[in-house]
């Protein structure tokens, strides 16, 4: 199936997009919002679909992600961080002052370890790391969904023996 047969299918599925998105958001606007956001990456991500597979099932997973990714970044941004001490401007600096040269040596084991990593293991991590789910590295390195987790947990283990001496550092300071 060429680019603008399954660009014209995706379009054709819009009132049933339209009917799943109220559902999630019981807004109209939401609705057509996550209905354009769905169709747009569907477009965009077109390569991606397997041919002779569900096309609707494929959308609605699009959507459903594209639900969940929205109210997650709103979530976070309504988050009200409370503390129960006031800092001085003088603590702040002295605390961002002398964390300057740590932080870039934290920063340079950090890179360390993530280099030591084969890639098979690195490129799902950071990924997951960057915010991808589970499911959308499968599909973008061509890989069953359990080999992504497989490698997370291996580059997590790898990478929690290779900075076991900040372990120590943060169980105590916490």
Known sequence: MNNIALNLEICGHKSALDLFAKKFTNDLEDANDL????????????SLYK???????WLYTIMRNTFINSYRKVTKKNTIMDTSEE???????????????????VMEDINKALSVLEPVYSVPFLRYFEGYKY?????ELDIPI????????????????????????YKHSA
């Open 35 to 46: 209905v354009q956001d769905t169709m747009i990456k569907a477009i965009r991500y077109s």
């Open 51 to 57: 041919e002779g597979t569900n096309l609707k099932g």
């Open 87 to 105: 800092l001085s401007s003088a603590q702040l600096k002295n605390s961002a002052s002398s964390n300057l040269g740590e932080n870039k040596f």
């Open 135 to 139: 499911h959308e590295i499968a599909v």
């Open 146 to 169: 359990g080999t992504v987790k497989t490698r997370i947990h291996m580059a997590r283990q790898v990478l929690k023996n290779n900075l076991k001496m900040y372990a120590q550092q």
